[in-house]
């Protein structure tokens, strides 16, 4: 009860809204009936009218519950499928008269109201009651309209506040790169001449390490992200055995194309990491119209393997390079990615899909 109170002290507007709409519609159509008819406003017994006024504020009341029902269901819908609002104003039109129109009916039968002049009112009472209920209507979808822009603007204020703290992180690991760039420099010229593999892999590194450094801010062309991919790939087949195989199947022409970068790197950094079974990984990386699609699958353990199991959950969650690139994507491409991890057969496949 005390919480009821509460509640209502908090928005009366959203209890208390209902009855004033249907007392002051019940008013209206008596204004317009009663001018008409030139009758006496409020004319014929109390207690008809009394009737009138509760059905009027019950029916209120009902196409609330009913009209908040679904709008809740289209404003949660709403980020990915658009709403078709001349639909919604028919079907509210319908509700209106397949509601209204049995309850004025029974209780005329019963002999609580008066109807007068037979389908004549009725075609009356309607052409009052569902405009107005139809700007009922559009009032309750504006407060949504408003609710929904309210927490959109606290959504990215939240966004605002994680990239800040992301430019924070980010400004810890840059702290003197340049030292670690001269440290590689100096194990380079440490390693004997001969040890060309071991070279390749410290200049690798350190390209690498410059790429993830220093273009992290701004959108960069698919060609430079491309050739990133390529040189971490053959970084990880060096250090990794020689039973694996990397499938590759990505598109050369990517003219005109821009993206933030490092938004592939976390996947490739999983597969090599989680590769097991027939130690086989599958890169896929497609261009389809607006969308840039790409995939990649790497092997699993048998059930029946000697080795560890590893679980889907620690698969799909490893580390912060996952839950980093989830902020990420929710930062640079709101509502318009998909990032989607599944278990196929023996086989564990990574999707992300981004609308440039």
């Known amino acids: 009860m005390i919480a009821s109170i509460s509640k209502l002290r908090e928005n009366p507007i959203h209890y208390l809204g209902p009855a004033l709409w249907g007392i002051a519609s019940f008013n209206i159509l008596r204004v317009v009936t009663d001018l008409t008819k030139k009758d006496e ?75 007068g002049d037979g389908y004549i009112d009725y075609m009356l009472v309607n052409a009052i009651y569902i405009p107005l209920f139809l700007l009922y209507y559009m009032l309750l979808r504006n407060e949504y309209i408003h609710k929904n822009m309210a927490n959109n603007r606290i959504y990215v204020e939240k966004i605002k506040a994680d990239k800040l703290n992301t430019e924070l992180q980010l400004l ?56 990133f991919l390529k040189s971490y790939i053959a970084f990880q087949q060096q250090r990794l055995t020689e039973r694996l195989t990397v499938h590759t199947d990505i598109d050369e022409d990517w003219t005109g194309v821009t993206i933030f970068p490092l938004l592939f790197q976390p996947l490739l950094e999983n597969a090599f990491k989680y590769v097991r079974g027939q130690y086989a990984i599958a890169i896929h990386l497609k261009r389809q119209g607006t969308k840039i699609c790409f995939s990649i699958s790497n092997s699993l353990s048998d059930a029946a393997s000697v080795k560890p199991a590893i679980s889907l959950a620690e698969i799909t969650e490893s ?34 899909i981004i609308c440039i």
């Not at 340049?178 to 590194?205: G, P, R």
């Open 41 to 115: 406003f409020w004319s014929g017994g109390i207690k008809i009218h009394s009737v009138g006024l509760l059905i009027s504020v019950i029916f209120c009341y009902v196409m609330t519950m009913l009209w908040r029902r679904r709008l809740d269901k289209i404003f949660v819908a709403m980020p990915t499928i658009t709403p078709n609002v001349p639909l919604e104003y028919m079907i509210a039109i319908v509700q209106i008269a397949l509601i209204f129109n049995p309850a004025v009916f029974v209780t005329e039968h019963f002999g609580w109201i008066y109807m």
């Open 172 to 227: 810890k690991s840059q702290y003197h790169p340049h030292f670690l760039f001269n440290a590689l420099n100096t194990v380079y010229f440490q390693i004997d001449e001969s040890n060309t593999l071991a070279k390749k892999s410290v200049e690798q590194l350190s390209e690498l390490l410059r790429y993830q450094i220093y273009n992290v801010d701004e959108k960069v062309s698919m060609d430079q992200e491309l050739a």
């Open 319 to 352: 580390g912060a390079g996952l839950s980093n690139l989830k902020k990420r994507l929710a930062l640079l491409y709101p509502q318009r990615h998909t990032l989607n991890t599944q278990v196929d057969g023996r086989n564990f496949l990574a999707e992300l």
